[in-house]
């Protein structure tokens, strides 16, 4: 292997900018869709430049500091590291991406330098919890704390972490659900979820942008209770708090770049509350990536996450024809979730372990 250099990815002004900044950031982004193809298939996780630079800019809540690994004049493998600047500040969470073509004794090396870099980062702005990702598998032999999941060991990646002190939290689950195979009996499907819901007490209320005015409230809300309600296993992280500004910052993020943000919740129909909602982002290729989907405690057991994840699909095929397939991710423990998308249709394309590692004050 050649000698490597770690280098700070400076994010251009724009996606064609023809400075050095552009054109490490063009590589970079080549260098993450060869990645995501490697690990999930062809197109799950590709972005086109803009959406790209749009989806790696910090933001109020949310500060990224990334790096790119050069053998020569070759990116061959790239870090980032996320730091929350709202909840769980002492918290550091990287992630590394190596070229899939890489030697397995060349992984280790670069990995080494790469965990001493955002070890770095992490330890400069004070934090004292580190949080870092690697692939994963549905078994194997070494399992999650939460008992689901696992990674294998020798895996370089892995050995790593492990060698370090990383201690295996989660493994999450990257599933794809084909429109074109679910066609034949998504409208009934749909019907009978639907009429099951409005017996039941409820409905749903879609939308396509922006959060309306008259629903930002009860959106900040199950925000809120994404970060409290959702499984996270072991890791040490704090319940969030969502203003106005913050719930408009995300949307904005998720947006530019020229992504489209479908939003579907189900409503309780005699109180008007908001019992539970999911988001799409639409963007290039043929697949829309779902983002969060959340069913508040006090409305569960009325299968409204089949209703959500029905009603998706619905928006997607009618608004997005396009766009025939669309990823999810969910942890491995969520067995409700994953049972949900397993009888809608989704299928699991690849795995994501989820590691951590409290370091003293």
């Known amino acids: 292997m050649h000698t490597i250099t770690i280098d700070d990815l ?3 002004a724009s996606w064609d900018d023809a400075s050095d900044a552009g054109e490490t950031f063009r590589a970079a982004a080549a260098h993450a869709d060869r990645v995501g193809d490697a690990r999930y298939g062809a197109g799950v996780t590709t972005l086109t430049l803009p959406e790209r630079l749009a989806a790696w800019q910090s933001t109020d809540a949310e500060r990224v500091e990334r790096a790119v690994v050069r053998a020569g004049d070759r990116v061959i493998a790239a870090s980032a590291v996320w730091l929350p600047q709202l909840e769980s500040t002492d918290i550091g969470d990287h992630m590394l991406t190596l070229e899939p073509d890489l030697p397995d004794a060349d992984r280790r090396a670069i990995l080494e330098a790469l965990l001493d870099h955002v070890e ?16 994963a598998r549905a078994d194997g032999a070494l399992t999650a704390a939460t008992g689901f999941g696992a990674v294998d060991p020798d895996e370089p990646e892995a ?12 493994v999450y689950r990257m ?39 008259e629903h930002r409230s009860a959106m900040r809300t199950l925000h809120e209770r994404m970060s409290t309600d959702a499984p996270v296993g072991g890791l040490a992280l704090e319940p969030e708090v969502w203003s106005d500004e913050r719930l408009a910052e995300f949307e904005r993020s998720k947006t530019e770049g020229g992504r489209t943000m479908r939003t579907v919740v189900a409503r309780h129909i005699a109180s008007g509350e908001l019992a539970g909602f999911t988001s799409l982002f639409v963007g290039s290729g043929d697949v829309a990536r779902q983002h969060d989907t959340l069913v508040s405690r006090d ?20 608004h997005h024809p396009t ?39």
């Open 299 to 318: 409305h569960r057991g009325r299968r409204l996450g089949m209703l959500l994840k029905l009603a998706n699909l619905v928006q997607l095929r009618d």
């Open 175 to 213: 599933s794809v659900a084909d429109l074109r195979e679910l066609e034949p009996t998504l409208d009934e499907r749909w019907s009978d979820a639907s009429a099951a819901a409005a017996q039941a007490g409820y409905d749903t209320v879609a939308w396509s942008g922006p959060t309306p005015a």
């Open 159 to 170: 050995a790593a972490l492990i060698a370090r002190g990383y201690a295996l939290e989660q």
């Open 120 to 135: 770095r980062i992490a330890a400069a702005y004070g934090r004292t919890t580190l949080m870092g990702g690697s692939p």
């Open 10 to 12: 400076v994010l251009p």
């Open 323 to 361: 766009h025939p397939r669309v990823s999810t991710m969910n942890a491995e423990e969520n067995r409700h979730m994953l049972s949900v998308n397993e009888a809608t249709g989704f299928l699991p394309v690849g795995y994501e372990a989820v590691w951590q590692r409290k370091d003293a004050a």
